[in-house]
Nanobody, 122 residues
């Protein structure tokens, strides 16, 4: 059974940076795309960034140019570098692995982590 465990979320000031990590275990994910999604209180879970095979990426417009997704296949890890964060980036961030996606890049039959809280506030 695949398990995804996120870490790295914390309180950060506007304009600051942080890096989220997702560690995968319990199964083979070499043929899965992986992504980051977030959910703020009262909102639906939304796309942040996806990294496909063999490495092309897709970002939500709100984070493009500020966030960078990367993947370490050898160590089964996924990262999200978040720069110039804004209060609107406050949310629980989830890691996901999937083989297929909806037309809006939502993962289908996906594995999900438990989430890590990111709070952007002064």
């Amino acid at each position: 059974q695949v398990q995804l465990v996120e870490s790295g979320g914390h309180l950060v000031q506007p304009g600051g940076s942080l890096r989220l990590s997702c560690a995968a275990s319990g199964g083979e994910l070499s043929d899965y795309a992986m992504g980051w999604y977030r959910q703020a209180p009262g909102n639906q879970r939304e796309l942040v960034a996806i990294i496909f095979l063999p490495g092309n990426t897709h970002y939500a417009g709100s984070v493009k140019g500020r966030f960078t997704i990367s993947r370490d296949h050898a160590n089964n890890k996924l990262y999200l570098q978040m720069n110039t964060v804004k209060p609107d980036d406050t949310a629980v961030y989830y890691c996901s692995a999937a083989r297929s996606f909806s037309p809006t890049f939502y993962p289908l039959n996906a594995y999900w982590g438990q989430g890590t809280q990111v709070t952007v506030s002064s």
